[in-house]
């Protein structure tokens, strides 16, 4: 089992607000990055750091954190927003990475 | 714009090892940690390791007896090498460009991934 959790999946409404969450004991002392990975593709960055999106990522994704667990936002969700998506940050050592099982979002 | 490309055998058989290369295009391989990431079938990513453009390396805890990574900056490729494979190493592998800002570690630059089956 991963070091962080991660719900396996979400669903949302179109136009509506989801949060997707990362728990982990390491988010207490590091920020986690966020990716989102569609179908045969290879994941995406789409925020890192306290809540940092890069360049071409849509301002509907934002990401927080609090205590042990970092959350991703998407608000307004779109359908193509529907994709699984993964946290990553330190391990519990601090020296190590390490990816959440990732969470499966659904937009109906 | 950068761009990353992994090769290498797609086959490969039980105890061996398997080896891969990651191209990089249209950037600089220094001040980057240079990362392998895998996605066994219908499973989640899994963190490999990095190699930094100085060499240094940080490995997984679980595949750490096994992983070998190395960097060569003249042709601007970094690799990839886990001895002892099992099915259980059968995955896509993606190698991806990471860096450090704003409080954490993050991988903004991947490439399409490599399909790598263990099997006799």
């Known amino acids: 089992s991963s070091e962080l959790t991660q719900d396996p999946a979400v669903s949302v409404a179109l136009g509506q607000t989801v949060r997707i969450t990362c728990q982990g004991d390491?988010?207490?002392?590091?920020?986690a990055s966020w990716y989102q990975q569609k179908p045969g593709q290879a994941p995406v960055l789409v925020i890192y750091?306290?809540?940092n999106r890069p360049s071409g990522i849509p301002v509907r994704f934002s990401g927080s954190s609090s205590g042990n667990t970092a959350s991703l936002a998407i608000t307004g969700a779109q359908a193509e927003d529907e994709a699984d998506y993964y946290c990553?940050?330190?391990?519990?050592?601090?020296?190590?990475?390490?990816f959440g099982g990732g969470t499966k979002l659904t937009v109906l | 714009q950068v761009q990353l490309q992994e090769s290498g055998p797609g086959l490969v058989k039980p105890s061996e090892t398997l080896s891969l290369t990651c191209t990089l295009s249209?950037?600089?391989?220094?001040?980057?940690?240079w990362t392998w990431i895998r996605q066994p079938p219908g499973k989640g990513l899994e963190w490999i390791g990095y190699?930094?453009?100085?060499?240094?390396?940080n490995y997984s805890p679980s595949l750490k007896s096994r992983v070998t990574m190395l960097i060569d900056t003249s042709k601007n490729q970094f690799s990839l090498k886990l001895s002892s494979v099992t099915a259980a190493d059968t995955a896509v592998y993606y190698c991806?460009?990471?860096?450090?800002?704003?409080?954490?570690?993050?991988?903004?630059?991947w490439g399409k991934g490599t399909t790598v089956t263990v099997s006799s």
């Open positions: 249209g950037g600089s391989i220094s001040n980057y940690y």
């Open positions: 750091g306290k809540n």
């Open positions: 390491s988010l207490r002392s590091y920020y």
């Open positions: 190699v930094y453009y100085t060499g240094s390396t």
């Open positions: 990553n940050s330190r391990d519990s050592s601090g020296n190590h990475w390490v």
């Open positions: 991806a460009r990471a860096d450090y800002g704003s409080g954490s570690y993050y991988m903004d630059v």
